[in-house]
């Protein structure tokens, strides 16, 4: 078997209400799928985290390096692209395009054997992951606590035992989010917030000692993650546990945070850390270290499906019989084209989504959906 081609999909919707993270707003949905065509007719989906335009344009630069290549040596295709890429990109783009390659791969490899990609991997440990609801955006021109309550408690209702909300627009607006979301969705729901990094050492220790009351599970990204230091600083000053790791891609950048002791989770992106292949050798620097894993997942259904894949195969931790169950990451904002590009959409049922069975990701591609929401 032989790559024939490896192109992108460039997926766009413009949003009629934009929203805010701590330091970004966006006006539209934005995502880029990697296709990877064979001499036998298999073909396989991958999705890159990050922007779509420059992620697509890597990949571009990349096909020539595969094409011709047996899409069955994975290893052999991934450091081939790495070891030609490494001088410019050891963090970033590098990695989100190579995630989206290494996904679409794996796809091919679990179509070829006829077998899911957690099979290929050594096995499913579980075959349900209970999901939390992630939201609480700030609406541009609106009332972040209002609107994150009043989302989150909706949430709960439809069967999400967790929630999380994006923080990091000022600590007592922040502070009154936390408030109202809590009082919302009652003491029993499992709350995280989720600063994307936008406060310093300072604040992130107020917010972290300040939201505790609030029964917080995980403090996401209180600062910026290329200052490991302050990760060190803001674990050691508040009572919440630290999670982070969304944007630290590949082994190096985790082994180094691991190393530094900056988070009480790791949140690895299949879609961002070099795909699936960097992802499972993530999952040995956890477990020397004991750290808890929580994967990190925002995309389409091709990113939810290799999400689920990788969560699959999450060795227990402790391997006790009342282990932490990881949780899955939902995103509940609006997206039209995220479950409709897939012939049959990856939904909760009561707050649990099942890994797909079928051979590959388990997922099949909507071709005129994709084509209608496709930009060149
Ligand atoms: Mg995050």
Same mark, same amino acid.
């Given at each position: 078997?032989?790559?024939?081609?490896?192109?992108?999909?460039?997926?766009?919707?413009?949003?009629?209400?934009?929203?805010?993270?701590? +330091?970004?707003?966006?006006?539209?949905?934005?995502?880029?799928?990697?296709?990877?065509?064979?001499?036998?007719?298999?073909?396989?989906?991958?999705?890159?985290?990050?922007?779509?335009?420059?992620?697509?344009?890597?990949?571009?630069?990349?096909?020539?390096?595969?094409?011709?290549?047996?899409?069955?040596?994975?290893?052999?295709?991934?450091?081939?692209? @790495?070891?030609?890429?490494?001088?410019?990109?050891?963090?970033?783009?590098?990695?989100?395009?190579?995630?989206?390659?290494?996904?679409?791969?794996?796809?091919?490899?679990?179509?070829?054997?006829?077998?899911?990609?957690?099979?290929?991997?050594?096995?499913?440990?579980?075959?349900?992951?209970?999901? @939390?609801?992630?939201?609480?955006?700030?609406?541009?021109?609106?009332?972040?606590?209002?609107?994150?309550?009043?989302?989150?408690?909706?949430?709960?209702?439809?069967?999400?035992?967790?929630?999380?909300?994006?923080?990091?627009?000022?600590?007592?607006?922040?502070?009154?989010?936390?408030?109202?979301?809590?009082?919302?969705?009652?003491?029993?729901?499992?709350?995280?917030?989720?600063?994307?990094?936008?406060?310093?050492?300072?604040?992130?220790?107020?917010?972290?000692?300040?939201?505790?009351?609030?029964?917080?599970?995980? +403090?996401?990204?209180?600062?910026?993650?290329?200052?490991?230091?302050? @990760?060190?600083?803001?674990?050691?000053?508040?009572?919440?546990?630290?999670?982070?790791?969304?944007?630290?891609?590949?082994?190096?950048?985790?082994?180094?945070?691991?190393?530094?002791?900056?988070?009480?989770?790791?949140?690895?992106?299949?879609?961002?850390?070099?795909?699936?292949?960097?992802?499972?050798?993530?999952?040995?620097?956890?477990?020397?270290?004991?750290?808890?894993?929580?994967?990190?997942?925002?995309?389409?259904?091709?990113?939810?499906?290799?999400?689920?894949?990788?969560?699959?195969?999450?060795?227990?931790?402790?391997?006790?019989?009342?282990?932490?169950?990881?949780?899955?990451? +939902?995103?509940?904002?609006?997206?039209?084209?995220?479950?409709?590009?897939?012939?049959?959409?990856?939904?909760?049922?009561?707050?649990?989504?099942?890994?797909?069975?079928?051979?590959?990701?388990?997922?099949?591609?909507?071709?005129?959906?994709?084509?209608?929401?496709?930009?060149?």
């Amino acid at each position: 078997m032989k790559i024939t081609a490896i192109r992108t999909h460039i997926l766009h919707h413009d949003l009629d209400q934009p929203f805010q993270s701590s +330091f970004s707003v966006f006006r539209a949905r934005r995502h880029c799928l990697v296709e990877i065509e064979t001499d036998t007719g298999l073909t396989g989906w991958g999705e890159c985290l990050g922007p779509a335009d420059i992620n697509a344009a890597v990949v571009a630069s990349m096909a020539p390096l595969a094409i011709g290549a047996n899409p069955l040596d994975i290893e052999i295709i991934w450091l081939t692209l @790495y070891n030609q890429f490494r001088d410019q990109g050891q963090r970033g783009v590098m990695h989100t395009a190579l995630s989206g390659i290494d996904i679409a791969l794996w796809d091919i490899a679990g179509k070829h054997h006829d077998a899911p990609i957690h099979q290929l991997m050594g096995g499913a440990w579980r075959k349900s992951i209970p999901a @939390y609801a992630t939201g609480g955006f700030r609406p541009e021109g609106g009332d972040h606590a209002t609107a994150c309550a009043a989302d989150m408690a909706q949430y709960v209702r439809e069967g999400f035992g967790a929630v999380k909300i994006k923080i990091g627009y000022g600590i007592e607006s922040d502070m009154r989010a936390i408030a109202a979301v809590r009082e919302a969705i009652g003491p029993d729901a499992e709350l995280m917030i989720d600063a994307n990094h936008g406060y310093d050492v300072v604040d992130a220790v107020t917010v972290g000692q300040r939201a505790a009351e609030f029964n917080v599970l995980w +403090f996401e990204e209180p600062v910026v993650p290329e200052s490991l230091g302050a @990760y060190q600083q803001v674990c050691a000053r508040q009572p919440l546990p630290v999670a982070a790791g969304e944007t630290w891609h590949g082994r190096w950048a985790v082994a180094e945070a691991l190393k530094q002791r900056t988070v009480h989770i790791l949140q690895p992106d299949v879609c961002g850390i070099g795909g699936l292949s960097e992802a499972r050798k993530i999952l040995t620097l956890a477990d020397i270290d004991q750290v808890r894993v929580v994967p990190h997942v925002w995309g389409t259904a091709v990113a939810l499906a290799a999400g689920l894949h990788f969560h699959a195969i999450l060795p227990p931790m402790p391997p006790s019989h009342e282990q932490f169950s990881p949780r899955l990451e +939902f995103d509940r904002t609006h997206n039209p084209f995220r479950q409709a590009i897939v012939t049959q959409p990856i939904e909760h049922q009561n707050g649990f989504v099942a890994v797909p069975n079928g051979p590959g990701l388990g997922i099949e591609i909507n071709r005129s959906v994709l084509e209608s929401f496709t930009v060149s």
